[in-house]
């Protein structure tokens, strides 16, 4: 051992033995708490006593503990006793990109600075925990809350997630990952079963999560309202006993969504810490409040289950320095210029270029004099919708006022018209009405040099409680693009939405297609911005888009969304690009697309070797040459194929990407590191993970449909 080797080795043993004392430290104190707490302080621990809070026990220095909404937000704040704001004047927030947008970033970096904005506006607000972010995969493209999730692929949520969760802890504000488990509609959320093979739930249902305990640490996971396999999910021992806190080692609270407790003892024994409710004023009648107090005295739930339970609530207030010795992260910070530029950040980032027929864009400003806004999405403002997760935002940038402040001094005329109502699911619009919104626009449109069409959904949509009953862009809208594209060529087509939506029609008319998600309150900046070339768009997209709704695995085999019993989940592990690539079907954009104002080269992989053996990890290098005429970032995939293998496996999956900028003329390396777990599959006889020896393809790609490289190497045992 050379004297480089003895230091190491030195240094991890004391790193070792101070996480040591630090665990011995925490469970004294927690011990300490323990010991000294009644049966009714301790149950005190274990349900809400108001909307947000669960009670504290003063009298020995554990505070109450402060939840609040969501993922993309710090929420506004709750009177305790009922669901009315409590009409503070200081409760705005930083609206970030919503779910499926930060996952449209596909950069780690931006979801760890995400979660510290989050972290830092949650202390500032006094908040404990923040529900979130959500990991359920997006299965159908009409789950009311995808755009609060973030894929359909559990690798790339799972790395986000797990990034985000560290940002956020990293305040000492505990993350709520959710909803666990299986949540992949909102229609019957409350009572059906998710009937799904255990091979798809290790493979695409629970990896996210798995990533955001083990890789995040994620101090709390939130239920699912539904059941898995015909068992609630607060109550559900595979899922919560063996899964999450047997082999994961989840060592935080597993708490309720809120109201989806559904039993006091079977709750308790099965693996619910902690029961949030939405019965406000009634806490003594929770699952986890009278009864469990009763089931204890009466032997149904033995003490040990319940301080178990106290203990992982103890362990989070510790660990996010709640209570104990160490100083806590504080005061946070609210709505500052930093946190607004983190939403810019985010949402330039998002943006995904779909397509850019002879060069549209970017727009080239000398010679362009007017130019024509059109749709109900350019001046609507998102941030106050979608339920949970909705923010109560100092300003929200429209795409029209991002537009206007970019645009200012140029000369250049631009002009709006709504081109369609916005209203409610089920309300109808006089078509006299729709008519002559449409002819308003086509009419600006005709008189314009460009036309921009800001068009998709609104929470109206992209709503918590219920899916859409298809994938068409509502109000008309497509009919509204082809006539605007048919009175000027050069049409643009902005994409505001948090879920797939049909792009077919508006694919065929409009020359440049651009995604800008529900991107935050700064997302008006960040559009101009891509439209102008200020900003060389560098998103691309978390889900497929299809060509029709039954297309997709699970309205291809009609088994969306189910009963109210229950939804089977017949497409097992094809899910998303899986499904599309083992049936061979083709999509409009793929999984993983997006483009650029620029052009990367991807050169011949490096392979640190061509043999692996378990335990081993191999080095994936690309060099990737920017040949264009601008700096870029480009997204690098890299999809892992089994050659040959005793069980059905997908064509591609993805086991890591790499965003990297370059500039232009300059290489940059995109660098992957993988495991043995990374070639794994899940095996439903032996119920573990096996990666059998042989044959290995990797396939680098610009999109899953688009591989640029391939490389194999061999697994040996
Ligand atoms: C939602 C959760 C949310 C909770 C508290 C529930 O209806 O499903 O995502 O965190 O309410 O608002």
Not at 256 to 261: H, L, T
Not at 298 to 311: I, L, Q, T, Y
Not at 447 to 461: E, K, R
Not at 513 to 522: D, K, Y
Request: glycine share 10%; with cysteine.
């Amino acid at each position: 051992m050379n004297r480089l080797t003895l230091l190491l080795c030195a240094a991890l043993l004391a790193v070792a033995a101070v996480a040591r004392d630090a665990a011995r430290a925490e469970e004294r104190f927690i011990n300490s708490l323990l010991s000294r707490m009644t049966l009714e302080e301790k149950i005190t621990l274990l349900h809400g006593n108001s909307t947000f809070y669960v009670g504290g026990v003063p009298r020995l220095g554990i505070p109450e503990w402060a939840m609040s909404d969501g993922p993309h937000g710090v929420r506004a704040e709750f009177d305790r006793h009922s669901w009315l704001y409590a009409g503070w004047t200081t409760d705005s927030a930083t609206y970030l990109p919503t779910g499926t947008a930060i996952a449209a970033t596909w950069n780690v970096d931006l979801c760890r600075s995400r979660g510290e904005t989050l972290g830092e506006e949650a202390r500032w607000r006094g908040k404990d925990v923040l529900l979130g972010p959500g990991v359920n995969i997006i299965r159908s493209p009409l789950c009311g809350r995808n755009f609060e999730y973030l894929s359909e692929d559990p690798y790339l949520a799972g790395q986000l997630a797990a990034a985000y969760i560290r940002g956020l802890q990293s305040r000492n504000v505990a993350a709520c990952v959710k909803h666990f488990a299986a949540n992949n509609q909102e229609r019957w959320r409350l009572e059906n079963s998710s009937q799904v093979s255990a091979r798809a739930l290790h493979e695409i249902y629970l990896p996210a999560f798995k990533a955001a305990v083990q890789q995040g640490g994620s101090l709390c996971v939130m239920s699912g309202y539904n059941q898995v396999n015909g068992t609630f999910c607060a109550e559900n021992a595979p899922l919560v006993l063996d899964i999450l806190k047997g082999e994961w080692g989840f060592e935080g609270v597993y708490m309720s969504d809120w109201g989806a407790a559904q039993s006091t003892v079977a709750s308790a024994m099965n693996g619910l810490d902690v029961e949030m409710g939405t019965w406000a004023g009634h806490y003594d009648e929770w699952f986890f409040s009278r009864a469990l107090l009763q089931a204890v005295r009466n032997g149904e739930v033995p003490m040990s289950v319940v301080d178990e339970k106290v203990r992982r609530v103890l362990r989070v207030m510790y660990r996010t320095r709640m209570i104990g010795k160490q100083r806590r992260y504080g005061p946070g910070s609210i709505n500052t210029a930093a946190h607004q530029q983190e939403a810019y950040r985010e949402a330039a980032e998002a943006i995904v270029l779909l397509q850019n027929r002879g060069g549209l864009l970017p727009l080239n400003l000398s010679g362009l004099r007017s130019v024509a806004v059109i749709g109900d999405n350019a001046t609507r403002e998102h941030s106050f919708g979608g339920m949970s997760s909705e923010i109560k935002t100092p300003y929200e940038v429209t795409p029209l006022q991002g537009l206007r402040d970019r645009l200012a001094g140029t000369g250049v005329d631009l002009r709006f018209a709504q081109g369609y109502t916005a209203v409610p699911r089920d309300s109808v619009v006089p078509q006299a009405v729709r008519d002559s919104l449409a002819a308003q626009a086509v009419a600006l449109a005709q008189a314009s040099d460009v036309a921009i069409v800001c068009c998709g959904l609104n929470h109206y949509y992209d709503a918590e409680n219920v899916d859409r009953d298809d994938i068409q862009l509502p109000y008309g809208q497509a009919a509204l693009i082809r006539a605007v594209c048919r009175a000027n060529p050069r049409t643009i087509v902005v994409v505001v939405a948090g879920s797939p939506v049909d792009l077919v029609s508006p694919s065929l008319c409009a020359p440049a297609i651009v995604w800008s998600w529900l991107g935050g309150m700064e997302v008006g900046h960040a559009l101009a911005d891509v439209l102008l070339g200020k900003v060389n768009p560098s998103g691309k997209l978390p889900f497929t888009i299809g060509y029709t709704l039954d297309q997709y695995g699970p309205h291809a085999l009609g088994c969306f969304p189910g009963n109210q019993h229950e939804v089977t989940y017949d497409e097992g592990i094809y899910v998303g690009y899986r499904w599309f690539e083992a049936r061979g079907l083709p999509v409009l954009y793929p999984f993983g697309h997006g483009l650029s104002y620029t052009h990367f080269d991807y050169g011949s992989p490096t392979l640190s070797a061509r043999r692996m053996t378990p335990g081993d990890t191999l080095l994936v290098t690309v060099p990737i040459t920017n040949s264009g005429p601008v700096a870029g970032k480009e997204v690098v995939q890299l999809y892992v194929e089994d050659v040959a293998c005793r069980v059905d496996r997908p064509r591609k999956e993805l086991k890591g990407f790499a965003k990297v900028e370059v500039q232009p003329g300059q290489t940059a390396q995109a660098v992957f590191r993988l495991t043995t777990d990374d070639l794994a599959y899940y095996d439903e006889q032996q119920m573990g993970w096996v990666a059998e020896p042989g044959e290995f393809r990797l396939h680098i790609a610009a999109s899953s449909s688009d591989v640029r490289q391939t490389a194999t190497f061999t697994l040996d045992f």
